[in-house]
């Protein structure tokens, strides 16, 4: 949450995001209260209606459930989830890109892959 | 309970120039709608017509079935805050702002007193001053008291943040959300300052012209827009069978704005980058001078 | 609904009769006073006349009310009541009610204060009352025609405003001149010549001239816009 909201993509998409990077970060645990939409659109000064629209998609993909009277909760197994569909797009969010501008600029793969060997810094 | 404003073909002419031009429009109650449109485009126009304070040249507004035009009953339901400004020839300039909101408190049916009192201390209202001795974001602000105050269903505001600046600006987008998270009460704001708005409208009602450009859930009329840029060639492919709204050309770069409509793809392939634009940035390429 | 309207007209006549009694209370010592304090009448007479001039001053005032007011009414209320959701019928319903409880507080005011005079009562009662209907009538006349300017300015702005502030002047000017020229008893003597004739005529003439005015500014106004 409190991150600034961007032109880039939809906004409701953000909310979305930022919900699941919260989930990742355990900022929100598991069988825990997820603000409300009346809440997120006081938050970001956004319509509920928007807010709705990214709880909703995370309702459909079980990462919220929603307790009637309540509120909208953490699934269990939520994080695990966030990460393996978060892991299945990673070639697609990333490494496409990752390719196609390191093709751009003429790097071979076997650059590419040398310099992931030799980066010093990712933990393994 | 759902309440609906209908707006059916309506056209206004004014000495013989047409200012609207049959305008369908259809309000669902519970919604924030932002009207944005040039100068000169009609919104203030559009709204006076909505809410009957000025007849329709041809077409029809009812509130529920119910024409608008001099029915007090369906006028119960509205409030249109006009702007005020202090050359114009009603006689709320030569009142000071009190006796102007006894008058809204004496007429507006479901006034609330308390909530116009709390906003004025908030908004710093000299309520003894004469309203044409105001300045324009406090003319500006007498005008959000009495929209929000009036606790109407239906509640239209014409450029409420012109002449507030930047802080006084996120206050009333703050004090708007709060009133309409509490109430549910419907509002349409018209509006120059299109992107902070646009995250707060559910709606937006565009008119270009005196005619409806568009009216479309404001998500999803960003989600298929789109900004493509790149080699003019290779733009061009891109989007090549599809309307384009507005070009801009710096030597062999292009960029290009359009709306897909929905179920339409952009051809992939093409090495151009792809963006959505802002609400402000879709609105110019829509309605800006090369869109002739 | 009509409660809400009631109310504010309500307001806007009482202060208007507030002015009315006001300012003719003050014309009456600044012009007759001085006369009556020099005159030797005595504190009885003194009084005595005073209230019977009272009611003359009163319909000077009203004479310029009425030619000043329906103007302002229909270019600032009008347009103020609808852009709060006031139908035009009422609003216009409004002004023209206004106007009447006016003439009519007037005119009670200048017959009741006769009445405390001791003036109503025997033969010269009876003409006492006759001028009573030629005040209310004058008023009548002049706030029709007040209201048609009123409706003519509504329509089509400024020239209406100036031919009513011009009216307004004209009709001060001719009253003030006729009175200071005439001399009060020439005045009194012309009233009262006047009203041998029991003016109850001249009041159903104003009532039906006024009558006319309303359904035109109804007219008129059937489809008036707001202008910002």
């Known amino acids: 949450m409190n991150e600034i909201l961007t032109q880039e993509k939809s906004i409701y998409i953000q909310i979305k995001e930022m919900i699941e990077q919260d989930i990742l970060r355990d900022i929100l645990l598991e069988e825990e209260r997820v603000p409300s939409t009346n809440e997120l659109a006081r938050l970001y000064a956004i319509n509920p209606a928007t807010a709705a629209k990214g709880v909703n998609l995370l309702v459909d993909e079980g990462i919220l459930y929603k307790k009637r009277g309540i509120g909208m909760f953490v699934a269990e197994g939520a994080r695990e989830k966030i990460r393996a569909r978060r892991k299945k797009n990673f070639y697609q969010d990333y490494v496409k890109s990752l390719l196609a501008e390191a093709g751009s600029l003429g790097i071979t793969k076997k650059e590419l892959i040398e310099m992931i060997a030799e980066d010093r810094e990712y933990d393994e | 309970m759902m309440s609906k404003l209908t707006a059916k073909g309506i056209s206004k002419v004014y000495n013989g120039k047409e200012v609207l031009h049959e305008v369908d429009l259809e309000l669902e109650s519970g919604k924030i709608y932002g009207l944005i449109g040039r100068n000169g485009a009609g919104k203030t126009t559009l709204l006076s017509m909505l809410t009957a304070q000025n007849p329709v040249t041809r077409g029809s507004v009812t509130l529920d079935g119910k024409p608008m035009w001099e029915n007090p009953e369906a006028l119960e339901g509205v409030c249109f805050s006009r702007e005020l400004n202090p050359v114009s020839p009603n006689g709320a300039n030569t009142m000071k702002v009190k006796e102007y909101l006894r008058v809204a408190a004496t007429f507006l049916p479901h006034w609330d007193r308390e909530m116009a009192q709390r906003l004025a201390g908030e908004f710093g209202l000299d309520v003894g001053k004469r309203i044409s001795k105001l300045s324009k974001g406090m003319m500006s602000m007498v005008t959000i008291v009495v929209a929000l105050a009036s606790k109407a269903r239906f509640t239209f505001l014409d450029e409420p943040a012109a002449g507030l600046d930047v802080v006084a600006r996120e206050k009333f987008y703050r004090i708007l959300m709060e009133e309409y998270l509490d109430t549910g009460r419907t509002f349409v704001v018209s509006t120059h300052i299109i992107e902070e708005a646009s995250d707060i409208f559910e709606e937006v009602i565009i008119l270009d012209k005196g005619k409806l450009l568009l009216k479309e859930n404001t998500q999803e009329l960003l989600e298929r827009s789109y900004h493509v840029s790149g080699h003019t060639e290779e733009v061009e492919r891109a989007v090549s069978g599809k309307k384009v709204y507005h070009e801009e050309t710096m030597g062999r770069s292009r960029g290009v704005t359009l709306l897909l409509q929905p179920g339409e793809e952009l051809r992939p392939g093409y090495d151009v980058s792809i963006q959505h634009p802002s609400l402000q940035k879709l609105f110019v390429a829509l309605c800006g001078e090369e869109a002739d | ?228």
Do not use: D
């Open chain 3, 1 to 228: 609904m009509w409660k809400r309207s009631v109310k504010f007209w309500g307001g806007v006549s009482l202060q208007s009769l507030g002015i009315c009694m006001g300012l003719a209370l003050v014309f009456l010592v600044f012009f007759a006073g001085g006369s009556f304090a020099a005159g030797g009448l005595g504190i009885r007479g003194s009084v005595g006349g005073l209230l019977l001039l009272y009611p003359y001053y009163l319909t000077l005032m009203g004479v310029f009310y009425m030619s000043l007011s329906a103007l302002g009414c229909f270019r600032s209320y009008l347009p103020l009541l609808v852009s709060f959701n006031v139908t035009r019928k009422q609003a216009i319903c409004g002004i023209l009610l206004h106007h009447l409880a006016v003439i009519l507080g007037l005119v009670g005011l200048g017959a009741f204060v006769w009445f405390l005079a001791g003036l109503l009562g025997g033969e010269a009662g009876g003409e006492m009352a006759g001028l009573i209907w030629l005040m209310g009538g004058t008023m009548l006349l002049v706030g029709s025609f007040g209201i048609f300017l009123g409706t003519l300015g509504s329509r089509w702005g400024k020239l209406g405003q100036i031919l009513g502030v011009a009216m307004a002047a004209v009709m001060g000017g001719v009253t003030g001149a006729g009175v200071a020229a005439a001399g009060k008893e020439k005045v009194w003597a012309g009233f009262n010549r006047l009203a041998e004739g029991r003016f109850l005529w001249f009041m159903l003439l104003g009532l039906a001239v006024f009558a006319l005015v309303s359904a035109f500014a109804f007219l008129v106004n059937r489809k008036m816009e707001v202008r910002n």
